[in-house]
Structures are given as C-alpha cells and as structure tokens.
C-alpha cells in the first residue's frame, strides 16, 4: 500500500535527490500531491494517470496520496512524472516494490506512456550519486555524462513495468543520434588585416581580460569577436561537467559527446531582459545567458543599446564569477564565469575618421551614459577597431589562423597558471607587485600617464593586468614588465569619446 | 540701466516673437507704448492687427504674458546677468547694422560695444572639425588679434570656440561672440569659461533676451547678424551642407569678403570649403592673406610661435610623415611603416608626449604648435 522511489529535481541548475512516496488506501476515491508542487508537479497527476490507463494497466479507484520528500522544498517540473507513476504502481502491487528500490526514476510522461526526455538530465543524475537510474531514451546522452552508476534507458511506461515484473531484460536501447552538427567555428584567418584588434583578441583570450570593441558600423566588430572563443584552450574535465550541467539545466542540446568540452559562446540580442541575461524566474530559477556562457565567452553587441536596468545586473557575476538570484521562495546559486566581450558604436551615428561624426552634444552624451562607470571599468581591455581602407584590405596577407593563435594563448596561460595558479586578469593590486614588476622606463611612462590625469588608480592596475599578459605572450622567460609591453596596453584602452575626454582617463 | 530695458526685453521675450515681429511691433514707438500695444492694453496697429489676425491665439498669450512675465522682472533678470538692452534708437546701437536689411530691433550686450569699432574677420566653421582645423582657427585668431584686428565668431563648439580661444591668447585680443540665446545661458557648457572671458575682454551680442533656450532655428538667424558684423569672413572647415554656408551666403548677400582655408579633398570636414574655393572664393593660407584682404599690411604677421618640441626622428619621423596628409589609425600606421606593433605603440606614445600627435577616437592627427589652445 506504500512505496519510496527515488527521483531528482532541478533547481537553478542544480539537482536535488527527492524521495517520491506514494500511498494507496482507504478513503473516497481522490488523488493529491502534498511536498509544495507547483502547478507543473500538479499536473503530473492527470499525465501519470492517462499514462497508466494507456499503458492497460489498472488505476487505482481508491485514495492515491503522495509526498514530495523533502517537503519544504518547492518543487516545479515534469522530471518527476516517472517516479510518480512508478510509485502508484508500486503502491498498488502493480510492480513488485523490491524491483525498484535501487533505482531511481527521471523522466516526463505522454498521455500514451510514452516517455520524453526533459532539460537538465545531467545535474539531475548527477545529484542523485551511484544509484542506477531509468531516463528516457532521449536523455541518454546527458544522463551518461554525470552517471555514476548504471543509466537505463527506457522507451514506455509498458516497457518499464515489463522489465520490472521480470517479464523482459533491459532493453538495448541506442542512443539517440544528437542532430547532424557540423562544428564550424569562425576561423581568425578570415580577418583581413585588423593587426590592433588581433592583438587585442590574444590577449583577451590569454589573460581573460574583458574586452570592449568600439568602432564603427561595418568594421569587423562582431567577426573578430565570434573567433574569440576558438582562441580558447578546451575545457578539462571539471570545467566542462560544470559547462555541460548548467547548459543541461538551461535545455540547450549538448554536443555528440555529451560533454561541452569548447568552450560555449553565447550572443544574447540587446533586447533582452534582465532575467534572461542572469537567470530568474518566479518558482523554476533558470540560468540565464551569462551561466550558459560559463567558461566560454559572452559576447554583448551594440552594448549600449541594452537597458542600463539589464546591464548593472551584470555587475556582480562580472566580479564574483557566479550570480546569486533570490526569490521569495528559492535562493540559487549559478556559475557565470565568463569573458565578456562587448561592442559598441563610438557614437549613435557610427562616426569614422575625424570631423565624420554628425551627433550633437547631448545625444552623445545620452549614449555614452548608456555604460556605467562600474561597468566600463570591468573592461581591462578597450579597443578601437576601424573600418579598413581600401588599401589596407588589398594589402595585407591572410593573418594567422586561430590554431596557431591558440598555441600561444595555451602557453601564455600555462605560464600563469604556473607562476600564480589564475589567469592574469584575475591578479589583485598586492600579488601585481609580486608577479608583474616593472622596470624602470615603464614605471616612468606610468608615472607621467598618472600625473597628467590620463590614468587612474584602476586604470593602473588595469594597465600592469594586460601588460603582464603581453610579456607573457612574447615572452615566456621574462618577470619583469617593459617600457613597450606598457605602451601597447595603453594604447588597448581606447578613449569612449574624444569630446567628452572620458575615454583618456582608464 | 534705461526704463526702457524692461519693456525691450519682456517685448522680445514674448512667445513666438521673432525678428519681423519685433520690428513691426517697435516700429517708430517707444518701447512701452510697444509694449502696452502688443499686449493688448492699447488698440493694436493695422500691421499687429493682420499679425493677430493671421495667428490665432497670440493676442490672448501675449495678453497674458503681460501679467506673468512684467517688464519689470525682465529689468531685472536683465540687470542681475548685466546685460545691456540696445534698441536700434541707442546711439550705442551698431553702425554697421543700422542699414543692415535683417537688422535685429533690439540687442542685448555683454561688454563693450565699442570694440565694434576695430577692423573685423569673422571666422567660423564646422562644430564637427578636425585636430588641425581647430588649431588652424586657433592660429589664425591669435594672429589677427595680435595685429589689433577684431575677431568675430559664433562660440559654437570646434572651430568657433578654437578662434576664439586663439583670439583670448593674444594679450590685445578682444574678441565678438554672436549667439543664438540667451545670454545668461553658456552654450555650449563645455565653452562657458570662452564665454565669460569673451563678455569680459571684448563683446557677447544676442538678439535674445535672458533666460532664451538654445533651439535649433535661432542658429542660422543668429548668422546673419554675424555675416553682418565682419568685413572679411573666413571659413576655415565646413561639410557640404554645413550650417556655415548659412553664414556665407548672408555674407555674399552684403557684400562681406569671403575666404575659405582649403583641405585635404577626402577630408569631410574640408569638403565645403574645397567647393567655395573652386567656385571662386579666395583661399586663406596664412593670416597674411587675411590682413591683406583688410587692406593691412601683413608682412610681420603670422610669425610661428617658437616650437620648444623635440624633432622626431627615426620610426618617429616615419609615423609623423605618415600621418601628415590625414588621420591615421594605429592599423593604417602598422601597414605603412612595416614596424612591429610594440614599436609603433612606443614611438605614438612619445610623439603624443610630445605634443606631435593627438590621439582621437583611435585617429592619429599631427598637430602644430598652437594646440593647446583648441
């Protein structure tokens, strides 16, 4: 009359085991769900019932009672349809309760027993440790990336209750071919001339700086920043389980291998909202674009267009590397550790050369206001691009590919990560003194920068940052930063607005 | 400080006055019998009658601007930013404008009017103008100030505001700024210290009375009054269509001198200019070429300030030479000189240091001596 099967839920993008009890008994005929379900839990109660009666076998017409355990945990989503059917049966003597006792069920239920796969497999198995689990066919892939156990992979409810009455083996079912991918990642040979921003793109990849592209319409921003994420050395294996669950919890379809091992590149559009961008949501938190970017790149175009309400959200992800989003219900944590890259105009008429810019005072103004101060100064690297002459598109050769770019960027990050166990960007003021001194003309140049305003205290560390990345990619042997490694990383700080003169103090 | 300011001022502070207005209005009456007429608490002449007749409304908003906004808070919102208000009856008034066809009825005066009485170039241009432009208006305001000649500009932002702050450099300069508002009012903000200096060491003239927003259309009404006031105007930048052109043609319609400083021919901001020079209009080099075009002798003008820069030289020298006939971006100056990109950023780096260069929105621009007054 009673059964305890094991199932997981997701919240946020983590999974949490959840103990499925189901009780059938005396009283008039009814069947609720206690354990705080939210309206899709709710539901499971008219799919699960549908799926029993079409799979031909027998609903109970008494009282059918279930708890969600733990109980003070809300909990939302159709992952639990499966266990909930399983438990009925089982309470009802339909499957023999010690056939299922060391499995635990995940799974959505179609009015016809079928089963469906649903999103966040991966963190859902993977919350739930090495007991064997039964998923749906179409979630095989991400099931095996976090199992530690045996993952069975069922069709039906008929098929399951089959094998659990001993009726039939396992079945064999085959993985599902993930849809026809042609991994194309945007090569940086494509890109024609642009040294400066090449430039800009290595060292952004090497060091991890953040990096603002200002320049105007047509001049390569979006190109060169699609080819950031090739630049990227690939994920280990704890890097890419935590890409690989918090993309599962989010419903993006994973790779062939199941594991995101490249690093993700995510292009949310300026319209989007404030939740999408962090994650949110009233009882189902899910990530949002900067999780999904985690450990891959976020690449904000036309910045400024974005809602300034929706670009401060980025403020705290950008500084913690993870974002807390707080409900009144939920409190969830998600990763966000990514390398923005972002691109704007230099004004809302797309400027140019010198005396090309039609804007007047205060619509520059209002767009330059568009960024906040916090934010901009998260940008270690700031860069103006152009639109390449005539000449220049005639003249240069083809420039590197991204795969010897990458070797660079691969050794310049070792180096670090040697040297000071993190990435260049992630270098505070005290540990800079240590690991990023500088020799005598450089410090002078830094001196007089100070001195004329044209640099502030965060703009100084910012500048020893990025120069420490650049003497790491030219030079792997050499701790002391030089007067030129300085020169190039001041000239990686583009000014916003030659009116306004905000841009000369970095 | 006359009765009549107020009255002046509350008559050209009147909704929808404009120019033609204000001289129907004013028309051989005192300023309160005006006053009293426009606003309706005497019969209106038959030129106002058709005016009210023509604009439904305005009799009643005038009626009741009377009451809101009385001369006397006119007198003295006039007297607490120290403007004069000159009518065209003034002896003070202008002579250069007492026969001008769009003379404005009525001015409003920071400073001395007096200064009027110097030889005048106007220079004016592009708000949108280049690293050089600006330093060559700059120079050339500099220079005439220093031969005791007035120079007459707009106080808009880039070459207007270089001019004069060329002119102010000058120890003798006392230069004539001609706005479209009020003159309580700095516009452009970022211009304000211009503007006092301006008021201060030589004339700020309006047609507008205190308190007047800067709106797009008094701009090129402002112009004729500054094309009025020059007798050789000089357009150092100017796009195509370019609000200067305003300017130019009301000088053309009064005769005024016109001088044009030619560009480079891809260059935007040049592009207006390099046309008036090819339909004919004399080009303006130097400031000798100016002063010769008031008649004055301009051998000893125009003497390069002593350059204290260092020469540059080896890569310096290349990226100097490159950047000399237009802007370059740092990828233009890698492809030009074959050199590394530290090397580039080092050698920019010390020719900005040095004052060769400036640096503008990624556009490197050489510069002259006279930079630090744009």
């Keep these: 009359m009673f059964a305890s099967i094991s199932s997981a839920v997701l919240i946020g993008a983590q999974g949490y085991p959840v103990r499925v009890e189901a009780h059938v008994g005396k009283g008039l005929p009814g069947f609720s769900i206690g354990g705080l379900p939210d309206e899709s839990v709710r539901e499971a109660r008219d799919r699960t019932r549908a799926a029993i009666l079409s799979t031909g076998l027998n609903f109970p017409s008494i009282k059918v009672t279930l708890n969600l355990a733990p109980s003070d945990q809300p909990k939302s989503g159709s992952a639990m349809d499966l266990a909930i059917a399983i438990g009925i049966l089982a309470a009802s003597g339909a499957v023999p309760p010690e056939s299922v006792a060391t499995l635990a069920f995940i799974g959505e239920l179609g009015l016809d027993g079928s089963l469906r796969p649903v999103p966040g497999v991966a963190p859902m198995v993977g919350a739930l440790g090495a007991s064997d689990v039964v998923v749906p066919v179409g979630s095989a892939i991400e099931a095996r990336v976090a199992a530690l156990g045996t993952v069975r992979l069922v069709d039906s409810l008929g098929e399951l209750v089959a094998v659990l009455n001993g009726h039939m083996p396992w079945p064999d079912h085959d993985a599902p071919e993930p849809p026809c991918e042609v991994v194309f990642i945007p090569d940086l040979a494509d890109v024609q001339g642009q040294p400066h921003a090449r430039t800009a793109l290595e060292i952004a990849a090497a060091g991890g700086h953040h990096l603002l592209m200002v320049g105007p319409p047509g001049s390569g921003k979006t190109m060169l920043a699609s080819r950031l994420a090739g630049l990227l050395p690939l994920l280990d294996r704890e890097r890419a389980l935590e890409a690989t669950m918090v993309n599962s919890a989010a419903g993006v379809q994973l790779p062939a291998g199941g594991l995101i091992t490249r690093p993700p590149f995510r292009a949310p559009h300026h319209t989007t909202s404030g939740v999408a961008l962090v994650g949110g949501g009233s009882t189902t938190v899910r990530p949002g674009e900067v999780s999904m970017a985690h450990c891959g790149v976020l690449f904000m175009d036309e910045i400024a267009e974005f809602a300034p309400k929706v670009l401060d959200n980025m403020r705290q992800p950008l500084e913690d590397r993870y974002i807390t989003v707080s409900r009144a219900r939920v409190h969830v944590q998600l990763p966000a550790d990514f390398l923005l890259v972002a691109a704007m105009n230099p004004c809302p008429c797309g400027g140019g050369a010198p005396g090309a810019c039609q804007c007047n005072d205060a619509h520059l103004q209002r767009y330059v206001r568009r960024l906040s101060g916090p934010l901009l100064d998260r940008f270690d690297l700031r860069v103006n691009v152009h639109r390449p002459g005539v000449e220049e598109l005639l003249s240069y050769a083809p420039g590197e590919s991204s795969a010897v770019v990458a070797l660079r960027v691969a050794a310049a990050r070792r180096l670090a990560e040697e040297r000071q166990g993190c990435l260049n960007s992630r270098l505070s003021g005290s540990r800079l003194d240590e690991f990023a001194p500088i020799d005598d003309a450089g410090r002078a140049v830094l001196r007089y920068e100070l001195e004329h305003d044209r640099l502030s205290a965060r703009g100084y560390h910012r500048i020893r940052r990025v120069a420490r990345s650049i003497v790491d990619l030219r030079d792997a042997g050499q701790l002391q930063i030089d007067e030129e490694a300085i020169q190039v990383a001041l000239g990686l700080r583009a000014s916003l607005n030659s009116t306004m003169r905000i841009g000369r103090v970095a | ?374």
Excluded at chain 2, 106 to 118: E, H, K, N, P, Y
Excluded at chain 2, 183 to 203: C, F, H, M, S
Excluded at chain 2, 211 to 226: E, K, Q, S, Y
């Design chain 2, 1 to 374: 400080m006359s009765a009549d300011d107020g009255h002046l001022a509350a008559l050209a502070g009147l909704q929808l006055m404009n120019p033609n207005r204000l001289r129907h209005v004013l028309h051989g009456r005192s300023a309160a019998e005006a006053f009293d007429m426009a606003t309706g608490a005497s019969a209106p002449s038959p030129v106002l009658s058709t005016i009210f007749h023509k604009n439904e409304g305005l009799a009643t908003r005038w009626r009741q601007q009377r009451s809101e906004q009385p001369p006397e808070s006119w007198a003295a919102s006039c007297a607490a930013a120290n403007i004069q208000v000159v009518s065209e009856s003034d002896p003070r008034y202008p002579a250069q404008l007492r026969h001008d066809p769009g003379a404005p009825a009525v001015l409003f005066v920071r400073g001395d009017l007096s200064v009027l009485d110097a030889r005048r170039v106007g220079i004016i241009g592009t708000r949108n103008a280049t690293q050089q432009g600006r330093a060559t208006a700059a120079r050339f305001g500099a220079e005439l100030a220093d031969a005791n000649v007035v120079v007459v500009s707009g106080l808009a932002r880039g070459i207007d505001a270089a001019a004069h702050r060329g002119a102010l450099h000058a120890p003798s300069g006392r230069p004539v700024g001609i706005v479209g508002n009020g003159l309580d009012i700095p516009y452009p903000k970022q211009n304000t210290d211009i503007w006092n200096a301006v008021a201060e060491r030589g004339v700020l003239i309006s047609e507008w009375p205190p308190g007047t927003r800067p709106d797009a259309f008094r701009f090129p009404l402002r112009n004729r009054i500054l094309a009025a006031l020059c007798e050789v105007l000089v357009v150092v930048e100017s796009r195509e269509t370019g609000g200067s052109l305003i300017t130019v043609h009301e000088a053309i319609n009064r005769s005024v001198v016109l001088m044009a400083v030619p560009g480079a021919v891809n260059n935007r901001a040049s592009a207006g200019t390099n046309s008036l020079i090819s339909d004919g209009v004399q080009s303006a080099l130097e400031t000798a070429d100016i002063l010769m075009a008031l008649g004055l002798d301009g051998r000893r003008a125009g003497r390069q300030r002593f350059d204290a820069r260092p020469r540059p030289r080896g890569p310096q020298a290349d990226i100097v030479a490159a950047c000399r006939n237009e802007p370059r971006t740092l990828d233009g100056l890698l492809l030009a000189t074959g050199l590394a990109i530290g090397e580039v950023a080092l050698a920019l780096a010390r020719l900005e240091r040095d004052g060769w260069l400036i640096e503008n929105g990624g556009w490197f621009e050489v510069v002259d001596e006279w930079v630090d007054l744009t």
